[in-house]
Each structure stands twice: as structure tokens, then as C-alpha cells.
């Protein structure tokens, strides 16, 4: 019979009373007054952000959980290249998918990323880490407006 893991049902969020340990890791609890809670391991109840939950997928890298908004790096199958993206829920799939930026809405399944890298960065959690996804994607896109298509191929009347 296989062992139960725990680790598997815990969140991750922004606690509102401590600025020098923002982030809690533990399991979700609402009360009765609709305040939202994580109960840490120490079990204390520390109220949160809700906007800052992130949920663990279930998806296990190097023996450490990918939780909602992880920065991760990947390959992807036709390119030498390193990628970053963050782990999202997508309703149209209805599966956990990494969004390559947070201006475009562009996405890859997890299945069409090859290895695929833990950052210890979180673009929710840490303000820091959406500046420097932010910055990273920004950089991206400006390199991408320099790159010289060569339409040679194209007939006369496709050409720019």
C-alpha cells in the first residue's frame, strides 16, 4: 500500500501579521467569518492574503513540490535554448501548465517542456521575483523585435 503524503495537500501564501517571514506553507482552513487561514506545521494558524494562495499541483521536481506561480526553467524540443515560464492552472486544459510570460497569455503543457528546473522563485509570494520575471520578459521581447526575417524563399509579391 502506497504511503501518505502530506506534503501533497499543502498551500502556500503571503501571512498579513509578519513582514519579516511573509510566506506560511501549510493547509488551508477558512472560519466561519469567511477569514482564510494556513495551518503551519507548528500548528499555528496564521491568517492570509487570499489573493496570494497558490495550490500544490502534485508535480514533484528534484523531491520538492511545484506549487501555483513557481518561476521554473525549461527546454523546449526544437530550440537550444533555456526558457522561463511560471506554473498556472489553465481552465481550458484543466491542468497545470507553464504561462511563458505575464503580459502574453502564451502557454506550454508540461508535457512539451523538457527539463524542467525548479527556480525557488515565486512571481505571487515575492515581489522581488515578479520584478525580475517582469524585467526577463520585457528583455525577451525587445530582443525579439531585433531578429531579421530572411523571406528570400517568398515570391515578389510576398515579400516586405
Not at 523538457?114 to 520584478?131: A, H, M
Not at 531578429?147 to 515578389?156: A, F, G, L, M, R
Request: with cysteine; proline share 2%.
Amino acid at each position: 500500500m502506497a504511503e501518505f503524503d502530506t506534503e501533497l495537500y499543502k498551500v502556500k501564501a503571503v501571512f498579513w501579521q509578519d513582514e519579516t517571514e511573509p510566506t506560511v506553507a501549510g493547509y488551508y482552513y477558512q472560519d466561519k467569518n469567511g477569514r482564510e487561514f494556513i495551518i503551519g506545521d507548528d500548528f499555528k494558524h496564521y491568517e492570509i492574503n487570499p489573493y496570494t494562495l497558490c495550490r500544490n499541483t502534485g508535480i514533484k521536481i528534484a523531491d520538492t513540490y511545484l506549487y501555483e506561480y513557481d518561476i521554473v526553467s525549461y527546454f523546449e524540443p526544437m530550440r537550444d535554448k533555456k526558457q522561463y515560464g511560471f506554473i498556472d492552472f489553465d481552465e481550458f486544459y484543466k491542468c497545470f501548465i507553464v504561462r511563458t510570460g505575464i503580459e502574453c497569455r502564451a502557454t506550454r503543457l508540461l508535457r512539451d517542456c523538457s527539463k524542467i528546473e525548479f527556480t525557488n522563485r515565486n512571481i505571487v509570494l515575492n515581489e522581488v521575483d515578479f520584478s525580475w520575471f517582469a524585467e526577463r520578459e520585457k528583455s525577451e521581447f525587445e530582443k525579439s523585435k531585433s531578429y531579421v526575417i530572411d523571406n528570400s524563399y517568398c515570391p515578389s509579391k510576398f515579400r516586405r
